[in-house]
Nanobody, 123 residues
Framework: QVQLVESGGGLVQAGGSLRLSCVAS????????MGWFRQAPGKEREFIAG????????LYADSVKGRFTISRDNAKNTVYLRMNSLKPEDTAIYYC????????????????WGQGTQVTVSS
């Protein structure tokens, strides 16, 4: 069982940066694949980035590749999402998620979800 709590969202101007954090509690964080997703009003939940259990593998959506970086610190039970060059279209609620095995880009592949943190990018 893994519980996830996101933080770090807020209001930022276009071109700015934010770093999201997701703190996990539970015994299995260090063996879990982790992912970040986002959901804008009226849209489906969208995969943003994923990272393997040891950080050795990462995966990004084309829409954020080169601008966002996912990382993790297993000693702190935390996964991060560094977001640079933010655009108004990045505005959404951002969720972190954990899966028991491997790494994936489908929401249905993940077993645990946080409550989300709002990111708003003004033009």
């Amino acid at each position: 069982q893994v519980q996830l709590v996101e933080s770090g969202g807020g209001l930022v101007q276009a071109g700015g940066s934010l770093r999201l954090s997701c703190v996990a509690s539970g015994r299995s964080f260090s063996s879990s694949g982790m992912g970040w997703f986002r959901q804008a009003p009226g849209k489906e939940r969208e995969f943003i980035a994923g990272i393997s259990w040891n950080g050795g593998g990462t995966l990004y959506a084309d829409s954020v590749k080169g601008r966002f970086t996912i990382s993790r610190d297993n000693a702190k039970n935390t996964v991060y999402l560094r977001m640079n060059s933010l655009k108004p279209e990045d505005t959404a609620i951002y969720y972190c998620a954990a899966k028991n095995v491997g790494m994936a880009n489908l929401p249905s592949s993940y077993d645990y979800w946080g409550q989300g943190t709002q990111v708003t990018v003004s033009s």
